[in-house]
DNA sequence: ATTACATTGCTTGCCGGCAGGCAATAAAGG
DNA sequence: CCTTTATTGCCTGCCGGCAAGCAATGTAAT
């Protein structure tokens, strides 16, 4: 068992974190979460839209929505899966994976160019944890939904 | 240079991260920010509320509408600085001081509980990289402001 | 087979809460 | 004066969530 004040630390520079990173711009007019979830779409192909909320952890109210506005500018598209006519595979059209690079460059250059000022061990430190941090999200997710 | 894919991981993971967390409850009715702050309060004694808008990361008209809150419910109080009577101090109260006890508790109850789950090199990976995590946070105020 | 009912996946309207931000104000300092 | 510090009013945007609805599917009874 971890003990109290190490975990508060770390929600407490996990908030922060995403504040600044929220903060800073997406470019071509996206949402925090519209970038996020486009990124998934365009990374793991095509997905139905429960699978997609798993994934990303957001409402599935709030997904609909959004999945809709990525459609509405073409940055998505929504196709009915045959053997199923309920569930919408998403996929990312060619413009949707242009504008996901780019959005990506813009979103982690601020962060790149922290790391870079960074001790070489830190940074080391924290890819290292990488893995292990998204094992944690995921091990989230799971218990308290 | 890290490059671009690992920067993209690392925010996704941040924001996804975040989103669980926040979505556990404070107890006490508090707001994440409104915790998050009282915290730092307690954690760093008597603060103005620059230096604290500054250590948070937190809008100051945000801020001072949280210490407003605070103050309603008697978890800080506000004293005038004698030696410069335009900054006010906080400080958390006693009951301050035992609410954010409990909301420690319980708000890393739920980490605390995945953290146990996972395999004990990532839970020492993730401790080790946060001081490195701080770090980050702290760039990433000072360059973006 | 046809009908009836229940379930699942997604969508939409509506509302609420949290947080950021601009502008105006007041008070204190230099 | 001009700047700094805090507060307040007002507006905006993002996100969550309930509830209702629709279409497709599954299941069971007659």
Redesign the interface.
Known sequence: ??D?E???????????????????ATGEGLT?TQA?VL??IAFRGPLGLTELAQL???NPTMLSRVVGRLTELALIQRDPNPEDLRVIQVEATEAGREVHERV??L??E?????????PD???R?????????????L???A??S
Chains 1, 2 share one sequence.
Do not use: F, W, Y
């Not at 190490?6 to 800073?24: C, K, M, Q, W």
């Not at 430190?125 to 999200?137: H, M, V």
């Open positions: 068992m971890t109290t190490t975990l508060s630390r770390l929600r407490g520079v996990i908030s922060r974190l995403a504040r600044e990173l929220n903060a800073t925090p996020s990124g998934l990303e952890g957001v990506k460059l979103r982690t601020a962060i790149g160019a922290c790391l870079d000022e960074l061990k830190s940074v430190q924290i890819i290292d944890a990488l893995p292990a941090l998204e094992e944690l999200a091990a989230l997710r218990t308290h």
